[in-house]
């Protein structure tokens, strides 16, 4: 039997706000991931669209769950027929990125992908050879890598007159599954 859970830590050479567009910005998921519709919005449903196999589809629906810019987003993973939910191969699952900045300046990405049940066997194994794969990390790292940073923000705007950048609170919503 599997562990219920995987769990993957990336080191990234890149700060956490420029990784966080790669997990957040849906053009540039698909360029590391899959395509998809995904939009930071506690409640937002979306799918991520892949090839199909076998006893796949090749879709994943999901739910955001919580986002905490540029720290902490969850979202839902279930893949299957809705008809076949609660069946051994309906997966159900939530994937859990932490961005936390590292001594020197990077970022250190922590994926937890939990809820897989020990009947999910061949599942777990796929999933768990994309997500612990170097590739992964290198296709994540090569979309980082052709973002623009620092992002320049105006301090004057025409006229005699100074204006501050915005400040930019935290926010954290969390939002239970369905």
């Known amino acids: 039997m599997q562990p219920s859970r995987l769990l993957s830590i990336y080191e990234l050479k890149h700060p956490p706000e420029k990784v966080w567009r790669a997990l957040t910005e849906s053009e540039l998921i698909a360029g590391w991931l899959m395509p998809n519709d995904f939009k930071p919005v506690v409640g937002h449903h979306f799918t991520f669209r892949t090839t199909p196999r076998a006893g796949w589809d ?21 893949g299957g027929p809705p008809e076949r939910r609660g069946h051994d191969w309906f997966l159900d699952t939530t994937v859990t990125w932490t961005l936390t900045r590292s001594p020197s300046g990077g970022t250190r990405l922590r994926l937890d992908h939990e809820g897989f049940k020990s009947e999910q066997e061949a599942t777990y194994s796929i999933l768990k050879s994309g997500w612990s794969s170097e590739k992964m990390r290198t296709s994540m790292a090569r979309v980082v890598d052709g973002l623009a940073w620092p992002t320049q923000v105006p301090t004057t705007l025409p006229g005699p007159r100074a204006v501050a950048p915005p400040k930019v609170e935290r926010l954290l919503i969390l939002n239970q599954r369905c």
């Open 58 to 78: 090749g879709v994943c629906h999901c739910e955001v769950l919580a986002v905490d810019p540029p720290h902490h987003l969850r979202y839902s993973w279930c």
